[in-house]
């Protein structure tokens, strides 16, 4: 059996990809990916047009990434949907968003809904989809890759801390209050490794905090800097993951993130502190000094309360 992906084109190389393609091959699966063009400017790629013409009408199995993929297509009405077995990986609730009034109207005939979090399960079954349909899957992690401290590279790290942020500076990222509190902890490192926060920060605030390194992101330096930070810190006001948090906990590095996407489900006091909408800066830095603690005691072990693999995930997922 091959199932036939549909990813729009934007996602091309980035998590959502990596998702479909890595849990397929840890159970042998092989996919026809199809990327769906959503720009003018994609229409130049012949290959991928001809490609995706070609597959409008499928008997195959089919997955569609991301919800809003599925209903683009249906809207256009340029897929039959001639599979019984058609399934959609949701990845988040948009603050706003006419489409969410289309989910319980175009949802209902799919085969599976696989939803990042409870409260995204919850939040269908409320608008009348039903639950038996809908499927939580937390990701996966390569352990190869994001692991913890190794016992003779500890002290070098731990006598030098630094705090985490990931990913690319956006407005969702809460970057002015990443800012105040990277102030407010002078004799902190602390690490950007994403594109646009150095930008940001000179525009909005005219000098750099003297506490603060930034690096463009680099996929290749993203585990290790995951495994030698001594906490990672995220203040994303939404989030479709987040997967840094799986990467981080299964490196050994505490938490302190907002309660957005599965964080929820992930983060307890052992691993790391949620941020609710009414914490205070002052708590997220007594946060920050307390998973300075934890990974000193508990460097060595993975912070993941759950096992996940992409073995486990492409199961879930095409089985």
């Known amino acids: 059996m091959q199932y036939t992906v549909y990813i729009d084109y934007n996602y091309k190389g980035w998590i959502l990809e990596a998702i479909v393609r890595e849990s397929a091959a840890a159970i042998g699966l092989k996919l026809n990916i199809v990327f769906v063009p959503s720009r003018k400017l994609h229409l130049l790629n012949l290959y991928m047009v001809v490609k995706y ?26 897929i039959e949907l001639k599979s019984k077995q058609v399934r959609i990986l949701f990845t988040h609730f948009p603050d706003l968003d006419n489409s969410i009034s289309l989910y319980k109207e175009h949802f209902t005939s799919v085969d599976k809904i696989f939803v990042m979090n409870s409260s995204d399960l919850e939040k269908l079954v409320k608008l009348g989809l039903p639950k038996f349909k809908i499927t939580v899957t937390y990701g996966a992690i390569d352990n190869s890759k994001y692991y913890p401290l190794k016992p003779n590279e500890a002290f070098k790290f731990l006598e030098f801390p630094y705090i985490l942020i990931a990913g690319d500076c956006k407005e969702r990222k809460s970057p002015k209050r990443l800012y105040g509190i990277a102030k407010q902890m002078p004799d902190l490192k602390f690490i950007f490794h994403g594109n646009g926060w150095k930008k940001f920060f000179l525009r909005e605030f005219k000098k750099l905090p003297t506490n603060c390194e930034f690096h463009s992101f680099r996929i290749t330096r993203h585990a290790e800097f995951m495994r030698q930070a001594s906490v990672y810190l995220s203040l994303s006001k939404i989030e479709g993951g987040p997967y840094p948090t799986l990467e981080a906990l299964a490196s050994g590095t505490p938490t302190v993130a907002t309660n957005t996407g599965w964080n929820s489900e992930l ?31 508990i460097f060595n072990l993975s912070l993941l309360p759950i096992n996940l693999t992409w073995q486990t995930l492409g199961e879930l997922i095409y089985n």
Not at 276 to 291: A, F, G, L, N, P
């Open 267 to 297: 983060i307890n006091v052992q691993n790391g502190f949620l941020v609710e909408d009414d914490t205070t800066d002052s708590q997220i830095v007594k946060y920050i000094t307390q998973c300075i603690e934890i990974k000193k005691s």
């Open 53 to 78: 013409n070609l597959n409008l009408k499928t008997n195959a199995p089919i997955l569609f990434v991301n919800q809003n993929t599925y209903l683009k297509e249906i809207k256009r009405a340029k």
